[in-house]
C-alpha cells in the first residue's frame, strides 16, 4: 500500500551471492519456481564471519601480552553500518537533509555502497523525483543485487507509475529474498485484490498477518506508511475474512 508519508528501511539481511551475473539469474530461476509452488523460498544462510582479522583459534604470541581494553574496532564495515542505522533513524524522524548527508558520507567512504544508494534513492522517492530515485536504485543493484530494499523500492515507483504487473514482480522478488518482510507481502495482496486475484490476496494478506504475529518488532513495519502492527494484522484480517465470502461466488480460478 503507498502511502504519501516517507518509507524508512530496513537494514539488509546477510544473503548468499552466486558470483557476478549469474547472481541475478539464480534470483529469476527462483522466480520462476515460486511461481509454481506459490511458497516462499530462503536461500541459505551464509556462515558467519570470523571476528576479527585473525584465524580462528589464534591469539596473542607468548612474548607480546594482550592489547589493554579500548573502544571495538571500527573498520570500514562497523562505520557504514553505523552510518546506514543513524540514517535511518534521521529519515524516520524526516529530518531528509541530514539523512542526505550520511548517506552521501556513505558513498565518499565506498562508493559502491549498495545501502548508500538506496537510502538516496528513497530520498528521491519521498521527495517525487522519480528518475533520480530509479537511476540510484538501479546503482544500488549493479552493486549489489541481493537486497531486498532494492526490489521494494522498484515495487512502489512501478505501482506509483500504474505498472502493475512489473510491481508484482517486484515485491515478489522482496518476498524471495526475505520471506518475512510483511508489508511485501501487505502490499502484494493490495495489488491481487485490485486485479480480483482473490485468491492470491488473500494468501497474501494471510503471509502478512503471519509474519507479523510471528515478530512483533518486524522491521518492514518501517515501510508501513504509518500503519501500526496492530492495524496492519486487523487490516489483514477483515481483507481475508470478505474474500472468504465473496469467493463461492467468483470464479474458482481466481
Given at each position: 500500500m503507498l502511502s504519501s508519508k516517507p518509507h524508512p528501511w530496513v537494514k539488509p539481511p546477510a544473503a548468499p551471492r552466486p558470483d557476478g551475473a549469474a547472481s541475478l539469474r539464480w534470483l529469476e530461476s527462483m522466480?520462476?519456481?515460486a511461481e509454481g509452488a506459490r511458497s516462499a523460498v530462503t536461500p541459505p544462510r551464509p556462515a558467519a564471519a570470523a571476528p576479527g582479522p585473525a584465524a580462528v583459534g589464534s591469539g596473542p604470541s607468548p612474548e607480546a601480552p594482550p592489547p589493554p581494553p579500548g573502544p571495538a574496532r571500527r573498520d570500514g564495515a562497523l562505520a557504514e553500518e553505523?552510518?546506514?542505522e543513524r540514517a535511518l533513524e534521521l529519515f524516520a524522524e524526516e529530518r531528509f537533509e541530514e539523512a542526505r548527508a550520511l548517506f552521501e558520507e556513505m558513498i565518499r567512504s565506498n562508493?559502491?555502497?549498495a545501502r548508500a544508494?538506496?537510502?538516496l534513492g528513497f530520498l528521491y522517492a519521498n521527495l517525487g523525483v522519480e528518475d533520480r530515485s530509479r537511476e540510484h536504485a538501479e546503482t544500488a543493484r549493479r552493486y549489489?543485487?541481493?537486497v531486498p530494499e532494492i526490489y521494494f523500492l522498484h515495487a512502489i515507483l512501478d505501482e506509483k507509475n500504474g505498472e502493475v504487473e512489473q510491481a508484482i514482480a517486484n515485491y515478489q522478488r522482496v518476498i524471495l529474498l526475505q520471506p518475512d518482510f510483511a508489508i511485501a507481502h501487505f502490499n502484494l495482496g493490495n495489488l491481487y485484490l485490485k486485479l480480483?486475484?482473490?485468491r492470491d490476496a488473500r494468501r497474501e494478506f494471510g503471509n502478512a498477518a503471519a509474519a507479523l504475529s510471528r515478530?512483533?518488532?518486524n522491521r518492514s513495519l518501517r515501510?508501513?506508511?504509518g500503519l501500526s502492527r496492530e492495524a496492519v494484522i486487523h487490516f489483514c484480517e477483515l481483507q481475508r475474512d470478505q474474500i472468504a465470502h465473496a469467493l463461492p461466488r467468483k470464479s474458482k480460478g481466481r
Open positions: 522466480i520462476g519456481q553505523e552510518l546506514w562508493p559502491r555502497s544508494h538506496l537510502g549489489d543485487d541481493l480480483h486475484r482473490h515478530d512483533p518488532e515501510f508501513s506508511g
